[in-house]
């Protein structure tokens, strides 16, 4: 081997290319998750995001237009995991029961393990130039747990409906105030305060 071909460089290949591309995209979707659960959508900045992530704010606008751009990527690509995840866990659980501490699991436990995930969430779902895309991806996903759950609230004697939109309340409530008061919130209190309840009727001999 002469010298020449020592410091011969060989390009990449595609493969490599792309895996390098995966991962600086997620480098970059990490970083801004970080930042905008920080500063929100208005306070954060591209420079800011840029320099968290360790890229050139040139080579983020490669992966992503604008700002705008940034944030519904980040909310899909949650959206579209927390989904996989916990849909199959509803679809697997073997009663009723099990599918409503899933149904309520489903948000605790991620607001326990990434609070600014939430935190974004909760800002998208409530800006006007956001609400139209938030709710299109939104309202199928929660169609699906509200039929899931339907059984077991029948099965009490209870209205679906209005027994799915008050968990939903309950749940958006707890999220908002572990935001607000952080690990002093008995978040693992509340969820145990509403299944809780529903074990009590199961188990209530029926008349």
Known sequence: MN???????????????????????????????????????????VNEIA???????????????SKEDLVITLFKDFLANHYEV?????????????????AVDRYIIPLKEDPNKWSLIRELSSRAEFKEEFWQSVNPIRDFYKEALRPIYESLGLNAETEFWALQTYLEGISLCYHSYGHRYPLDEMRETYLSRFQYLIDKPKK
């Open 3 to 45: 010298a020449h071909s020592k410091n011969l460089v060989v390009p990449r290949t595609a493969v490599q290319n792309s895996i390098i591309k995966k991962k600086t995209r997620r480098k970059i979707m990490d970083a801004a998750l970080e930042v905008f659960g920080e500063r929100g959508f208005d306070g954060a900045t």
């Open 86 to 102: 916990w849909s199959k866990r509803t679809k697997e659980a073997k009663s009723p029961f099990e599918k409503l501490t899933i």
């Open 51 to 65: 320099k968290k992530a360790e890229v050139s704010n040139g080579l983020m606008y490669n992966y992503f237009v």
